[in-house]
Nanobody
Framework: EVQLVESGGDLVQAGGSLRLSCAAS????????IAWFRQAPGKEREGVTC????????EYADSVKGRFSISRDNAKNTAYLQMNSLKPEDTAVYYC?????????????????WGQGTQVTVSS
């Protein structure tokens, strides 16, 4: 069964940090790019960052540049999102998804596998 499972979401104070994980199974993880999207209540799902199959190429939304960092460990079939200097506006459900390439801007329709999401809440 093809799966992406996110974990690591939590309630954190503004200025704090979290690391999200995206564990993959059921497909050849190191053949695919991984992206993180987020969706806040009442808003559209937006692309946050992506990383290509080897980890050599990354892209970020302007709103998270310098604060978030995406990485992957192909030996563990897992991607990560390190989030520092968190702000209340980062509050959202965070989803990981796979696609053939890491290109910007991110388009939801190019991502064919999705996790169930993990909640990140940043209090002020």
């Amino acid at each position: 069964e093809v799966q992406l499972v996110e974990s690591g979401g939590d309630l954190v104070q503004a200025g704090g940090s979290l690391r999200l994980s995206c564990a993959a199974s059921g497909f050849k993880f190191d053949d695919y790019a991984i992206a993180w999207f987020r969706q806040a209540p009442g808003k559209e799902r937006e692309g946050v960052t992506c990383i290509n199959y080897s980890g050599e190429i990354t892209e970020y939304a302007d709103s998270v540049k310098g604060r978030f960092s995406i990485s992957r460990d192909n030996a563990k079939n897992t991607a990560y999102l390190q989030m520092n200097s968190l702000k209340p506006e980062d509050t959202a459900v965070y989803y990981c998804a796979s696609s053939d390439y890491c290109t910007w801007p991110l388009f939801r329709q190019l991502h064919d596998r999705w996790g169930q999401g993990t909640q990140v809440t940043v209090s002020s």
